[in-house]
């Protein structure tokens, strides 16, 4: 047995959202690049990517998530970049405005506990977004990048961020499928 492919994450809930991410989605499409686009039932803002766990991780896990501290919050969904630069694009992401300090505050306080139970520490500064989209060749990137131009300062909206979970990700042919295993709501 592999385990089970999780991490823990805010899902991104809000119809309003997911339609602008969407309507951002629909225009990158159009540039004729070469994409695989998140579909928006599987929008979220990652906190810690775990790998595979075991099963009788999943309770541990969830222990720890129960001792982070804080309260329901705003998180402004704004602006669209890239992953790595624009000369090398792998990931096109929505941006965190407002609620970014509270997201760090979050993946600061897990960050020791899940180490704690065995997992490795981030190597990379944490930086909250959403990935929208996964760049799979340079096809059309000039293009791309002139529509990233554009929609650079788009202004997605906010959302209330109120249960962080631990997600399993079932990797299938056309895509994965996410599973909420346990939610912490203050």
């Not at 579909?39 to 775990?50: A, C, D, E, V």
Request: proline share 5%.
């Amino acid at each position: 047995m592999n385990g089970i492919r999780s991490f823990i994450a805010f899902d991104i809930e809000d119809p309003k959202i997911i339609r602008n991410i969407e309507n951002v989605q629909s225009m990158i499409l159009r540039t004729g690049a070469d994409l695989k686009l998140v579909k928006p039932q599987n929008i979220h803002i990652t906190i810690k990517f775990l790998g595979n766990i075991l099963p009788s991780q999943i309770d541990e896990i969830y222990n720890e998530m129960k001792n982070v501290d804080f309260k329901p919050f705003q998180i402004e969904i704004k602006g669209v970049g890239v992953f790595p630069n624009v000369r090398r694009i792998s990931v096109i992401w929505a941006g965190i405005g407002r609620g970014s300090d509270e997201l760090r505050n979050i993946f600061n306080q897990l960050e020791p506990r899940l180490w704690k139970l065995g997992f490795k520490k981030e190597m990379k500064e944490f930086s909250p977004h959403l990935t929208i989209a996964r760049v799979r060749t340079s096809r059309r990137r000039d293009e791309l990048i002139r529509c990233l131009k554009e929609v650079e300062d788009y202004e997605f909206g906010v959302i209330e961020a109120r249960c962080l979970r631990l997600k399993r990700s079932i990797l299938k042919p056309n895509g994965p499928t996410y599973l909420t295993l346990r939610e912490r709501c203050p």
